[in-house]
């Protein structure tokens, strides 16, 4: 798949699960119980324990779209991506993610807040700025007032991301959402709860 064909994808899904768990079974079983109610791509964060091993262990389902968050640095990422991840995410910009996935073709997402840092993380790299945490920046109306002055960037708002306010973000200009605690609760995984996290997926599908 290339760049522009994963680009396409994640506008078309509209919603990414960002799976933040304190275990890794938690973390598979989220991705289990999300992609039984019609979910495919997924972002996993470097907080899981041993994450480049669980995406290692997911990236021989041939259906899944898997990237890997909160990457700190350029070793990181080349562990993430010779495991299968065809994304990489970091919430603030460092150029030196871009070197590893421009040699595997991978989409790079580097994070942003302002027009100087967005244009910083753009001229780092970024194929996909992500904007965090976004609710508490603005929310839609950040994303408005960032796309009107940065027209055809894709941004990825996360951070405060529900149900609720998904079609604001798009509407915003926001080229697909980042959404983590409201779609992946670890409490109800933890409980067993697989109803809500599936009524949760349902909700943004």
Do not use: Q
Not at 45 to 50: A, E, K
Not at 55 to 84: F, H, M, N, Q, S
């Amino acid at each position: 798949m290339t760049k522009a064909e994963m680009l396409a994808a994640l506008r078309a899904v509209r919603v990414v699960p960002v799976i933040r768990t304190g275990t890794a079974a938690h973390a598979a079983t989220a991705v289990g119980w999300l992609r039984d109610a019609g979910m495919r791509i997924f972002e996993l964060t470097m907080t899981i324990p041993d994450a480049p091993a669980l995406i290692r262990e997911l990236a021989g389902e041939r259906d899944l779209l898997l990237g890997a968050g909160t990457v700190a640095d350029a070793a990181t990422a080349e562990a993430c991506l010779a495991a299968g991840a065809r994304f990489i995410v970091a919430p603030w910009t460092d150029p030196t993610l871009t070197a590893p996935c421009r040699a595997a073709r991978a989409l790079l997402m580097l994070g942003a807040l302002t027009p100087t840092e967005v244009r910083g993380a753009l001229a780092a790299g970024a194929d996909v700025v992500k904007i965090f945490p976004a609710s508490s920046v603005g929310g839609p109306g950040h994303i408005k007032a960032l796309a009107s002055v940065f027209p055809g960037v894709a941004f990825c708002p996360t951070g405060g991301v529900e149900a609720g306010n998904v079609a604001a973000y798009l509407a915003a200009g926001a080229a697909f959402v980042g959404m983590g605690g409201a779609l992946v609760d670890e409490r109800r995984i933890a409980a067993g709860d697989r109803a809500a996290i599936a009524a949760a997926a349902r909700a943004v599908l």
